[in-house]
């Protein structure tokens, strides 16, 4: 019973409300109220940490390009800026009802709820972005047999996990280099494929997880496994700042919230606005922006240049460049934008050079210089 009850406190609610048939999610009746949420932080009034508010924001953009790493001093505004993020995201479309935040325009055959074959209704939703816990069970975030159902009905049903809630948004983990190595491998698996496959418990269940990975915390706490750190597509280094003019400006605009959330928050409502229509733009053109082969030259150069291990670096140096045009409003990728996303975009895959004591960003300002001129 001790088990039983420790499974129950770590749910998270759910707001399904249609009928699940065995192996479906199991429906909440009545489906709770919405709770209130409390003002976030806004992500146009964070001063300073350029470049992981231009890593967030491209992010958002194309969410293909992988997912984001932060990683730096405590006390620098990771946790802040992501989940700004968070509020300044547009809302998307999904399927009424559906645990998984289906596509309405997407295929229903690879959701267990959208293929029964009832009826697709569209709905309006806030992007998902769903917190993982580092003591959180290997049963919360794959889902599981949901017991309450299974003890009163004798029915078999399944209880979506984190993975289910995050699909087509972000999953975030503080600390992520010390999360547990089991849960670091589930998180591997499902990254590549897209797909949460479950198999216990007399349950057998495949649903969509595709989801933007999030990852902030304390290089000096610990180190990501190599097979975790290459799933981000872009890595940042933030630093506390030195300058007392930003220091000042920093402990104002926090206080300030402190005092009056909500005032504060109207205050910025307008920049936040404006911040939205621009991911909203840079979406609708991301597809147009052109990347000319001497683009693709110059980042295969600056790879090489680097010695990064495959093809990924390059792929994700285009991906994020594309994505930084749109989001300016640029037609075309150019030199300019291949290095200022560079650092962030290949620092993580340098391989390590135990006869050279400069930091990965030293090196690709290096390479850049190099590669690029100036």
Do not use: W
């Amino acid at each position: 019973m001790d088990s039983v009850s420790a499974r129950h406190r770590e749910r998270a609610p759910e707001t399904a409300s249609e009928p699940a048939a065995a192996g479906e999610p199991a429906p909440r009746n009545p489906a709770p109220k919405a709770r209130a949420q409390p003002p976030v932080f806004p992500f146009s009034a964070i001063v300073g940490q350029d470049e992981m508010r231009q890593a967030l924001l491209v992010a958002a953009v194309d969410p293909s390009i992988g997912g984001v790493l932060v990683l730096g001093d405590r006390g620098t505004g990771k946790s802040t800026a992501i989940r700004a993020l968070a509020a300044l995201l547009p809302p998307m479309r999904a399927v009424a009802g559906c645990p998984y935040a289906c596509d309405p325009e997407g295929p229903a055959e690879s959701c267990p709820h959208c293929a029964t074959g009832a009826p697709r209704r569209a709905e309006t939703r806030p992007v998902p972005v769903v917190d993982l816990p580092l003591g959180a069970t290997e049963d919360r975030v794959v889902g599981a047999l949901d017991l309450e159902r299974a003890l009163t009905r004798g029915e078999t049903a399944f209880e979506p996990g984190l993975l289910a809630r995050a699909n087509r948004g972000f999953l975030y983990i503080d600390e992520v280099n010390l999360l547990d190595d089991h849960l670091v491998d589930l998180l591997l698996d499902v990254a590549a494929s897209g797909i949460n496959t479950v198999e216990r418990e007399g349950l057998s269940l495949r649903h969509p997880a595709r989801f933007v990975l999030v990852g902030s915390g304390n290089p000096e706490e610990g180190e990501l496994r190599p097979q975790l750190l290459d799933r981000f597509g872009l890595a940042c280094a933030v630093e506390t700042p030195t300058d007392i003019a930003t220091r000042i400006a920093v402990v104002r605009a926090r206080d300030a919230f402190e005092r009056d959330p909500a005032g504060f928050c109207a205050r910025h409502a307008a920049a936040e606005a404006g911040l939205r229509d621009r991911i909203l733009a840079g979406r609708a053109r991301l597809g147009a922006v052109a990347v000319p082969d001497a683009a693709l030259e110059r980042a295969a150069r600056l790879c090489l240049a680097l010695g990064t291990d495959g093809l990924r670096g390059e792929l994700t140096l285009m991906r994020t460049a594309r994505a930084l045009a749109a989001l300016e409003g640029a037609a075309t990728v150019t030199d300019d934008h291949l290095t200022r996303i560079a650092p962030a975009a290949l620092r993580h895959r340098l391989r390590r050079n135990p006869l050279d004591e400069t930091g990965s960003g030293a090196r690709v300002a290096r390479a850049i210089t190099e590669v690029f001129g100036g």
